[in-house]
């Protein structure tokens, strides 16, 4: 009995040591890199093509993708349904900026064995912004990129490649995403 008040005793210490250090530290404020994750919120609709891979058979895909402003606009939050090669497609995609390690993030699931193990980091130079993985697929180690070339205020290219064993990049899908044009009522 007397472990147990110990234990609940160190615990609200704990508690109350975070409790202060929160209090004392100032709000955190969405910085300039926060902001450019803007672009990315609105309707998208995107198609393009898919080659052969390991994720499954090429072919046509499409995609509406509806992102938005997390609460406090530190991440994006987009939510996506299209189609692709091996049927209907529906996902999750959230993207970041981490100031400690000074990349933008991207974690992603879907309805797919495609799910993510780890979390992408990226970077942004110009109109590009370039995204790179580790993550394991089938049992084995997977390395890709994915690189989105802002065309215009309302439009992108992506491509998204592989590294092989042999070091060489090979391109696994690529298109282009159009924000819907949004009317206002008057």
Same mark, same amino acid.
């Given at each position: +009995?007397?472990?147990?008040?110990? #234990? +609940?005793?160190? #615990?609200?210490?704990?508690?109350?040591?975070? /409790?202060?250090?929160?209090?004392?530290?100032?709000?955190?404020?969405? /910085?300039?890199?926060?902001?450019?994750? #803007? *672009?990315?919120? @609105? &309707?998208?609709?995107?198609?393009?093509?898919?080659?052969?891979?390991?994720? /499954?058979?090429? @072919? &046509?895909?499409?995609?509406?993708?509806?992102?938005?402003?997390?609460?406090?606009?530190?991440?994006?939050?987009?939510? *996506?349904?299209?189609?692709?090669?091996?049927?209907? $497609?529906? /996902?999750? @995609?959230?993207?970041?900026?981490?100031?400690?390690? &000074?990349? *933008?993030?991207?974690?992603?699931?879907?309805?797919?064995? $495609?799910? +993510?193990? !780890?979390?992408?980091? @990226?970077?942004?130079?110009?109109?590009?912004?370039? *995204?790179?993985?580790?993550?394991?697929?089938?049992?084995?180690?997977?390395? !890709?990129?994915?690189?989105?070339?802002?065309?215009?205020?309302?439009?992108?290219?992506?491509?998204?490649?592989?590294?092989?064993?042999?070091?060489?990049?090979?391109?696994?899908?690529?298109?282009? !995403?159009?924000?819907?044009?949004?009317?206002?009522?008057?």
């Amino acid at each position: +009995m007397r472990n147990r008040f110990a #234990g +609940m005793a160190v #615990g609200v210490v704990a508690l109350a040591v975070v /409790g202060v250090a929160s209090a004392q530290a100032p709000p955190q404020k969405p /910085g300039p890199e926060h902001e450019k994750l #803007g *672009y990315f919120v @609105g &309707k998208w609709t995107g198609e393009g093509m898919m080659s052969p891979s390991p994720f /499954g058979p090429g @072919g &046509k895909m499409t995609s509406v993708d509806t992102c938005e402003w997390f609460e406090g606009r530190f991440a994006v939050v987009c939510r *996506y349904e299209g189609k692709g090669p091996m049927g209907a $497609m529906k /996902g999750l @995609g959230i993207m970041g900026y981490s100031a400690d390690q &000074k990349v *933008y993030t991207y974690y992603g699931l879907d309805n797919t064995s $495609m799910i +993510m193990t !780890s979390v992408a980091r @990226g970077t942004v130079q110009g109109d590009t912004w370039s *995204y790179t993985d580790e993550s394991t697929f089938g049992g084995q180690k997977i390395t !890709s990129r994915y690189t989105m070339l802002v065309v215009s205020p309302d439009a992108y290219s992506f491509k998204w490649e592989m590294q092989g064993p042999d070091g060489k990049w090979t391109t696994v899908a690529e298109g282009k !995403s159009t924000r819907a044009k949004t009317t206002s009522s008057k």
